[in-house]
C-alpha cells in the first residue's frame, strides 16, 4: 500500500506570494491532517479534514486554508506569505477524525525569503 | 492550549547506556502517542498508550503513561546508533477545545554514539 505522498518536496517563496501544498493520503484513509514543524515551536496543528469537511481547526491566522477533495486528497493554501512562515509542512492521513494512528508524509519544507 | 513539555530536548550517549525521555502537562489526554522522525521524513507511530499507568513494550523500549493520563516517559534500554533520531510525545485532547486535537512536545534529539 503506498504511503502518503506529498508535493512538491522543497518550495521557495518569496514574502506576500501565496503557495499552494498538496497531499494524496492513503487508499482509503478519509482523514487528512496538516501540521506546521519549525524549530522554535516544533510540530503544530493546522487543521483536519475529513469527507470534504474541516472537522478540526488549530490556532493558526486565517492565512492558512485548506481543503479536501471528494477523492480525499487535500490542499493547503497560504496566503501573503511571511517570513515566519517557513517551515516543514506535515501531511498525516487516518481512517477516521481523530484516530490513534496518523499516517505522515515526508513533508514539504517551504521557504520564505 | 494544551502543552506539553519534553525533555531533555538533546541527548546524547554512548551505545550500550540507557536513557529515558519525559513529557509532562497539566491537562489530561485521552492517549498519548510517541513518534520517531529522521531527518527528510515524516514522524512514524512507535506507540499509543491509552489507559492511565499503562505500560508497553517494544524491544528495548518501554512507553509509561501516568496514572492521572497527564504525563509519559520512554525509556530505551541499550541503546544504539540505529536508536539516533528524533522523539516526538503527542497527546490527544479529552475534551473541550482540544477534544480530538494532537499536541505534540517539543521533542528530544537522541544521538547514540558507537
Known amino acids: 500500500k503506498a504511503g502518503v505522498t506529498q508535493t512538491p518536496r522543497y518550495l521557495i517563496k518569496t514574502r506576500g506570494q501565496q503557495v499552494t501544498l498538496s497531499c494524496s493520503p492513503i487508499s482509503g484513509h478519509r482523514s487528512v491532517s496538516w501540521y506546521q514543524q519549525t524549530p522554535g515551536q516544533g510540530l503544530q496543528f493546522l487543521f483536519e479534514?475529513?469527507?470534504?469537511?474541516?472537522?478540526n481547526k488549530g490556532n493558526f491566522p486565517g492565512r492558512f486554508s485548506g481543503r479536501q477533495f471528494s477523492n480525499s486528497r487535500s490542499e493547503m493554501n497560504v496566503s501573503t506569505l511571511e517570513l515566519g512562515d517557513s517551515a516543514l509542512y506535515l501531511c498525516?492521513?487516518?481512517?477516521?477524525?481523530?484516530?490513534?494512528?496518523?499516517?505522515f508524509g515526508p513533508g514539504t519544507r517551504l521557504t520564505v525569503l | 492550549t494544551q502543552l506539553l513539555e519534553q525533555s531533555p530536548q538533546f541527548l546524547s550517549i554512548q551505545e550500550g547506556e540507557n536513557l529515558t525521555v519525559y513529557c509532562n502537562s497539566s491537562?489530561?489526554?485521552?492517549?498519548l502517542q510517541w513518534y520517531r522522525q529522521e531527518p527528510g521524513e515524516g514522524p512514524v507511530l512507535l506507540v499509543t498508550v491509552v489507559t492511565g499507568g499503562e505500560v508497553k513494550k517494544l524491544k528495548r523500549l518501554t512507553f509509561q503513561f501516568g496514572d492521572a493520563r497527564k504525563d509519559s516517559s520512554l525509556h530505551i534500554t541499550a541503546a544504539q546508533p540505529g536508536d539516533t533520531g528524533l522523539y516526538l510525545c503527542a497527546g490527544k485532547g479529552a475534551g473541550g477545545t482540544s477534544y480530538g486535537k494532537l499536541t505534540f512536545g517539543q521533542g528530544t534529539i537522541l544521538t547514540v554514539h558507537p
Open positions: 479534514y475529513f469527507s470534504e469537511t474541516q472537522r
Open positions: 491537562s489530561v489526554f485521552s492517549s
Open positions: 498525516a492521513s487516518s481512517s477516521g477524525v481523530g484516530a490513534d494512528t496518523q499516517y
